[in-house]
T-cell receptor
């Protein structure tokens, strides 16, 4: 079964706190890509990052960092020193190599609320 | 310049009506998608076209019919609208069907069926 699970439905933090959004995936494919998208209150989805199944290097972009661990099938997203503008719904998604159609399987999303 | 645009942004209609949502992308991409986001924010793919050819056709009622007149446009026509069709519909595009491509999403169309 191909599946993405974001167990945290909602997270609420106070500005400047660090927060980690969890993503666990299931796939039998050896080649796949994982993505994170952000959906701010304005509604449209914004691409944040992509990671292929052969690259387990962590990535940092400003206050954002991603931790990919194949051993635990997880691709977690950490926001350091959160800001009110980080308030959004965050989606983790999987694209399978055996499909090759570009089909994205999304997790349920995590709603992050950052309070001032 | 808007990369992926959808019209209308809001659509309120009654059960039984037929409606269309239009999508256009100016990114020069070959592949376009329709997604449905339900009230719990869950996103699910409905259709995908690559160069006007249907690539993905998920388990969607046949009241939904996509049409791609050219690779820059992918429209969604819905017949005999039902209450359960109320959702936000997103159009997206990507350079191709490869698994590595990120998808660029439109602003969404909020459909309310009364």
């Amino acid at each position: 079964a191909q599946k993405v699970t974001q167990a945290q439905t909602e997270i609420s933090v106070v500005e400047k706190e660090d927060v980690t959004l969890d993503c666990v995936y299931e796939t039998r494919d050896t080649t796949y890509y994982l993505f994170w998208y952000k959906q701010p209150p304005s509604g449209e989805l914004v691409f944040l990052i992509r990671r292929n199944s052969f690259d387990e290097q962590n990535e940092i972009s400003g206050r954002y960092s991603w931790n990919f661990q194949k051993s635990t099938s997880s691709f977690n997203f950490t926001i350091t020193a959160s800001q009110v503008v980080d308030s959004a719904v965050y989606f983790c998604a999987l694209s399978r190599g055996s499909s090759n159609t570009g089909k994205l399987i999304f997790g349920q999303g995590t709603t992050l609320q950052v309070k001032p | 310049d808007t990369a992926v645009s959808q019209t209308p942004k809001y659509l309120v209609t009654q059960m039984g009506n037929d409606k269309s949502i239009k999508c256009e992308q100016n990114l020069g991409h070959d592949t376009m998608y329709w997604y449905k986001q339900d009230s719990k924010k869950f996103l699910k793919i409905m259709f995908s076209y690559n160069n006007k050819e249907l690539i993905i056709n998920e388990t969607v009622p046949n009241r939904f019919s996509p049409k791609s007149p050219d690779k820059a446009h992918l429209n969604l026509h819905i017949n005999s609208l039902e209450l359960g069709d109320s959702a936000v519909y997103f159009c997206a595009s990507s350079p191709g069907t490869g698994i590595s491509y990120e998808q660029y999403f439109g602003p969404g169309t909020r459909l309310t069926v009364t």
